[in-house]
């Protein structure tokens, strides 16, 4: 799409991990034969960089570190944050001299709203092209077209510099469109979906929940919030689950509570709770706690109840 747009493309492949099929053959060295081969049909240069030690240090880790603790992280949302809007965009632009970084990411970004990257054929302009990122407001995170297919989710964590540096080519289309394009590309992508959870005891519910300092993909807390303190928005902490209604809380010290609609299955400390404000992903925190499940309630309900009734069997009225 991006070089029917005009543009000139590099493809990189960046590789984080090193990984062993069951036949022990290394799956990353077939993922870059792939790349490479639709490098050569489309006719762009070919590049590979690793960030496998990268990954180990800032990512895995982090992840070991958070396991030690009892919590559940987000790999995915570490990995964009710290390698490839970080390690790698700065790569793209500073060693290949790129202006812009493009990923296939369900994604939008108000700067591709207001036609920023738009480019007609016509002459060529007579300032750089990354002077256009030069702007005064920050850039925003919104949900792609697709929102069955958004990931913002994975995305909410990166910095303003990056995002400012972005184009998602998969911003306005659906998945089964880009599939097309890809079919008549004589490319073929397999989807593999994951099984929604099986089990609904009411100790794996909760509708409350303590964040770590928020991270917010405009640099700042909304202007809502800094006001009022308290913001109503919606929650999500798993890629494509359902929006959740919520109240949000800002703390002194950044990190924020989230006050759900209804309680959630599996919330996990260690994980990511990520804010959306109509289409916009305001961004995200590490859940450190987590109020009482729906179990516990039920329980101090029970209890309560029963303290009641045996009260009043121990004091009955006397007869009128």
């Given at each position: 799409m991006a070089a029917e747009s005009s543009?000139?493309?590099?493809?990189?492949?960046?590789?984080?991990?090193?990984s062993l099929d069951e036949s022990g053959t290394c799956t990353s060295e077939k993922d870059c034969e792939d790349a490479y081969r639709v490098c050569q049909t489309l006719d762009i240069p070919f590049h590979q960089v690793s960030y496998v030690k990268e990954y180990w240090h800032e990512v895995f880790s982090n992840l070991l570190k958070e396991y030690e603790k009892g919590r559940t992280p987000n790999p995915d949302i570490l990995c964009n944050k710290h390698i490839k809007f970080n390690y790698f965009h700065k790569y793209a632009v500073n060693t290949l001299g790129a202006d812009a970084m493009a990923?296939?990411?369900?994604?939008?970004?108000?700067?591709?709203?207001?036609?920023?990257?738009?480019?007609?054929?016509?002459?060529?302009?007579?300032?750089?092209?990354?002077?256009?990122?030069?702007?005064?407001?920050?850039?925003?995170?919104?949900?792609?077209?697709?929102?069955?297919?958004?990931?913002?989710?994975?995305?909410?964590?990166?910095?303003?510099?990056?995002?400012?540096?972005?184009?998602?080519?998969?911003?306005?289309?659906?998945?089964e469109f880009v599939k097309k394009i890809a079919a008549e590309a004589g490319f073929h992508h397999v989807l593999k979906r994951k099984e929604a959870p099986t089990t609904n005891h009411p100790a794996l519910f909760c509708d409350t929940i303590g964040t770590d300092r928020f991270h917010w993909v405009t640099d700042d807390p909304p202007p809502?919030?800094?006001?009022?303190?308290?913001?109503?928005?919606?929650?999500?902490?798993?890629?494509?689950?359902?929006?959740?209604?919520?109240?949000?809380?800002?703390?002194?010290?950044?990190?924020?509570?989230?006050?759900?609609?209804?309680?959630?299955?599996?919330l996990t400390p260690g994980q990511f709770a990520v804010l959306y404000k109509g289409d916009e992903c305001l961004g995200s925190g590490k859940i450190i706690r987590l109020g009482p499940s729906e179990y516990t309630l039920q329980q101090g309900r029970e209890r309560l109840r029963a303290a009641a009734i045996h009260k009043e069997s121990q004091n009955p009225e006397p007869a009128s």
């Open positions: 543009y000139s493309v590099t493809g990189v492949f960046m590789k984080n991990w090193d990923t296939g990411h369900y994604a939008r970004t108000s700067q591709e709203d207001d036609e920023v990257f738009q480019q007609t054929h016509m002459a060529p302009p007579t300032t750089l092209f990354r002077d256009r990122f030069e702007i005064r407001n920050p850039v925003r995170l919104c949900k792609a077209a697709d929102h069955l297919k958004d990931q913002t989710f994975f995305l909410s964590q990166i910095s303003q510099d990056a995002l400012r540096q972005t184009i998602f080519p998969l911003a306005g289309l659906t998945k809502e919030l800094v006001r009022a303190q308290m913001m109503e928005c919606h929650f999500r902490f798993m890629h494509q689950m359902p929006l959740v209604p919520c109240t949000v809380t800002l703390n002194m010290n950044g990190s924020v509570w989230i006050s759900l609609s209804q309680p959630v299955r599996a």
